[in-house]
């Protein structure tokens, strides 16, 4: 396999709460936490609310630094891109996109704007003739119709602005896209139109993405590997397909059983697992124990040791 | 088309009849009908979810069940009957007992609409007070019985929305919407904002509450694999005007509506590796 562009490495990040007048303690957010990602893949990075995956993306993009362990990028660790330059050549290679499309672009601009600046800041372009040939191109290859340049995000639907904001982050010529919940504020509707959409980058641009969500089933429907995470642990890992149907972690499994099943109403639910919430509260707790031995289950499917006793 | 929703959307023993219910926006450039003549019933003890894409209507149908529709909306046409009465004829002091004690909402946002500064006590006692007129240590009594329908410990009755999980909240807003019996629950995308876990454990329980006490619920959301699994009935709205009705089960397997089975088709269902372990070719 090709070396892959970033690599995190048993990477912590520890918070400091309270602080000022009350008592400050610090709070583990990520508990050495490493994985890979490749060019024209797709790692989705699954887990509830709270359990550190946005924390992942915000310390590859270097908004805050790792308390321990490194983040690789082509080998070269993260911390040490200091200068103006080499971080400007950095965030062009790596890439945000956030869920909520509303708040992400400025209300106040039309598309046009949005898309000229990052040609202009990172200097993808020769001239300013290249301008227009150049948007073109980009809302050609997120498949936005050629008058929604001169549009103000208000008049786009959650879809249109998630493809200005995609567009955004081909235009700087990215590697790596890290796509926080992408789809997860627009309608089930217009989801796969999007999914469909960074599926193509990635494979006729070679684009390679983080797919951070709490939906197994657009997980699945992207993603050639998987890392399921609880409270800033990553507690199985490997292909997606492999992971799904043979799930060995009870936190996988209580995440798969949570998804709707279209074939499976409650009415016969509530029977067969009557005590779901109990349950869950207790697959949680066990989740939480901090583990470091883990055991390989197939060729690229490796799962944490979890003890049967709470 | 029209012959399949005639003999879905009504029901023997409705608790609420909706009937040619017209709702505009009025704007600059004219009225704009958000929803088109809408007819359907919601019977005793049913779940009957309203499915569509945003903007399609289905919250402007929620709002205007118990006339809760702001300005520039408003009902151009249509009756609505609840029990027996009229809520479009209603005055607004019969309007204000009725909701809340026969009709509660909830909302999406639901874990914003606590206050935030006032403790949990506080909140149950208000509906409690307002509309059946305990005192203080009948509400605390009552809101405890509730807090252990949804899970939460006793104790916590005192404490402030913001020391309460999201998922947490929502139910308590649940319960809160439970304090006074209502006869139909409102519940506007309850889960949305939740992860699947908490939602999964949230919905058992509502489904559960139903069964113990018999309430009817319309439930809307977009999300259709959720909505077969937990509705009797379900309505498929487009563009303001419902497209199809049926049971859930037919929904699922048997859609009639173009439109229906496209929004099957635009997402993907991952319990079907489970099912078919040996056609997956990935």
């Excluded at chain 2, 926006?25 to 809408?38: E, L, P, Q």
């Excluded at chain 2, 520039?72 to 809520?87: L, Q, Y």
């Amino acid at each position: 396999m090709s070396q892959p562009i970033i690599q995190m490495k048993n990477v912590i990040k520890e918070f400091k709460i309270g602080g000022g007048l009350a008592k400050e303690e610090t709070f583990r957010a990520l508990q050495s936490v490493s994985f890979d990602l490749y060019a024209g893949k797709t790692l989705a990075l699954v887990g509830e609310s709270g359990c550190g995956k946005s924390t992942c993306a915000r310390l590859i993009t270097k908004v805050y630094p790792a308390t321990e362990g490194e983040i690789l990028f082509n080998g070269t660790n993260i911390n040490e891109i200091t200068s103006r330059s080499a971080l400007r050549e950095y965030r062009s290679k790596v890439q945000m996109v956030f869920q909520d499309p509303f708040g992400s672009l400025n209300p106040t601009h039309t598309v046009y704007h949005h898309l000229t600046r990052p040609l202009k800041i990172h200097k993808q372009i020769k001239s300013k003739r290249d301008i227009p040939l150049r948007l073109k191109a980009l809302l050609k290859q997120v498949e936005l119709s050629g008058d929604t340049l001169h549009k103000f995000p208000y008049e786009l639907s959650g879809g249109q602005r998630q493809r200005v904001n995609l567009a955004r982050a081909l235009a700087v010529g990215s590697q790596i896209i890290l796509a926080d919940e992408p789809t997860s504020m627009l309608d089930v509707s217009i989801r796969l139109g999007i999914l469909n959409l960074m599926q193509r980058m990635k494979k006729e641009l070679g684009i390679g993405f983080l797919y951070i969500t709490h939906d197994l089933a657009t997980a699945h429907y992207i993603a050639e590997e998987t890392a399921v995470m609880y409270k800033g642990q990553i507690v199985e890992w490997g292909d997606t397909d492999s992971i799904l149907k043979n799930p060995q972690h009870p936190y996988t499994k209580l995440l798969i059983s949570a998804v709707p099943d279209p074939d499976l109403p409650f009415g016969n639910l509530v029977k067969s697992e009557p005590n779901y919430s109990i349950d869950a509260d207790e697959i949680r707790s066990r989740s939480s124990i901090i583990i470091d031995e883990f055991d390989q289950i197939g060729p690229n499917h490796y799962v944490k040791q979890c003890t049967k006793a709470a | 088309m029209d012959g399949i929703k005639v003999n879905h959307a009504y029901h023997n023993d409705p608790i609420i009849q909706i009937r040619d219910l017209c709702v505009d926006y009025i704007t600059d450039n004219g009225d704009f009908n958000a929803v088109k003549s809408v007819s359907f019933d919601i019977g005793k003890g049913e779940i009957f979810g309203l499915a569509g894409e945003s903007g399609c209507g289905k919250s402007t149908i929620a709002f205007s069940i118990n006339r809760l529709h702001k300005p520039p909306a408003f009902i151009s046409g249509g009756k609505i009957w609840f029990d027996g009465k009229d809520i479009l004829s209603l005055s607004d002091a019969e309007l204000t007992a009725l909701r809340w004690s026969e009709i509660s909402m909830v909302f999406q946002s639901a874990m914003n609409s606590l206050n935030p500064v006032l403790t949990i006590q506080e909140q149950f006692s208000d509906v409690l007070r307002h509309h059946q007129g305990f005192t203080n240590d009948q509400a605390k009594d009552r809101a405890e019985k509730l807090l252990d329908l949804v899970n939460i410990p006793r104790g916590r009755l005192t404490e402030y929305p913001h020391q309460f999980s999201g998922g947490m909240r929502q139910r308590l807003v649940i319960a809160i919407a439970l304090s006074l019996n209502p006869k139909l629950i409102i519940m506007d995308e309850p889960t949305t904002a939740l992860d699947v876990v908490v939602q999964r454990e949230i919905l058992q329980q509502i489904y559960q509450l139903r069964e113990e006490f018999g309430f009817s619920v319309l439930f809307i959301t977009h999300d259709l694999a959720l909505m077969s699994q937990l509705c009797d009935r379900i309505a498929i709205m487009r563009n303001g005007e419902i497209v199809e009705v049926n049971q859930a089960y037919e929904i699922r397997n048997n859609p009639q509506h173009p439109y229906t089975q496209k929004l099957w088709a635009s997402f993907p269902n991952i319990h079907d590796v489970h099912k078919q372990p040996d056609q997956q070719g990935i």
